[in-house]
């Protein structure tokens, strides 16, 4: 199984920063690597796919990189809308396996 | 705008089986891997199974396998999630998850808004 670790596990920025989250694969998941964004109460919403590319709808603020065992979600201008839990994801091998999440607060 | 409503939750014993349905909408349901993810009370996510657009295919979690099937009715735009022998720790919020076109791995696109099942005596 690949273990997706993920950190830190929170991350507190002030409304308009920037910043990195950052996903490691147990073994190299090649770019096989999605990004999700949850909110309380609701369900996750696919943000990433294929490491950096963009899902339908999702604004250009959010940006992925990386591969290999190595990944990155970026977020530019914070907004308040944003201030959620993150998960990576890898699907290079079964099982799928999440990251343990890095919550996002307002500073 | 996909659309996917699971039903068949709620409280059960443990030891006991249940059984998950997802009514899916507004995609071409038979063209597209579909998932099962659940949450537990507080804790993240977790990938529980996944079926292939034609139901020949699956792989499952090692926490369920030989404990929980998936299948799908492409007739009736239903996913399904049979669960038997339920322990305390597959008390979460279980998603249905629209998988990509024609692949049974990938990334998860659209997903329900998930269904509480909890398992206790």
């Known amino acids: 199984e690949i273990v997706m670790t993920q950190s830190p596990a929170t991350l507190s920025v002030f409304p308009g920063g920037s910043l990195t989250l950052s996903c490691r694969a147990s073994q190299s998941v090649s770019n096989d690597l999605a990004w999700y964004q949850q909110k309380p109460g609701q369900a996750p919403r696919l943000l990433i796919f294929g490491a950096s590319a963009r899902a339908t709808g999702i604004p250009a603020r959010f940006s992925g990189s990386g591969s290999g065992t190595e990944f990155t979600l970026t977020i530019s201008s914070l907004q308040s809308e944003d201030f959620a839990v993150y998960y990576c994801?890898?699907?290079?091998?079964?099982?799928?396996?999440f990251g343990g999440g890095t919550k996002v607060e307002i500073k | 705008q996909v659309q996917l409503v699971e039903s068949g939750g709620g409280v059960v014993q443990p030891g006991r089986s249940l059984r998950l349905s997802c009514a899916a909408s507004?995609?071409?349901?038979?063209?597209?891997?579909m998932h099962w993810v659940r949450q537990a009370p507080g804790k993240g996510l977790e990938w529980v199974a996944v079926i292939s657009y034609d139901g020949n295919n699956n792989y499952y979690a090692d926490s369920v396998k030989g404990r929980f099937t998936i299948s799908r009715d492409n007739s009736k735009n239903t996913l399904y999630l049979q669960m038997n022998s339920l322990r305390a720790e597959d008390t979460a919020v279980y998603y249905c998850v629209q998988g990509a076109e024609y692949s049974i791995s990938s990334s998860l696109i659209g997903w329900g808004q998930g269904i509480l099942v909890t398992v206790s005596s």
């Open positions: 507004e995609f071409i349901f038979t063209s597209y891997g």
């Open positions: 994801q890898q699907y290079r091998n079964w099982p799928l396996t």
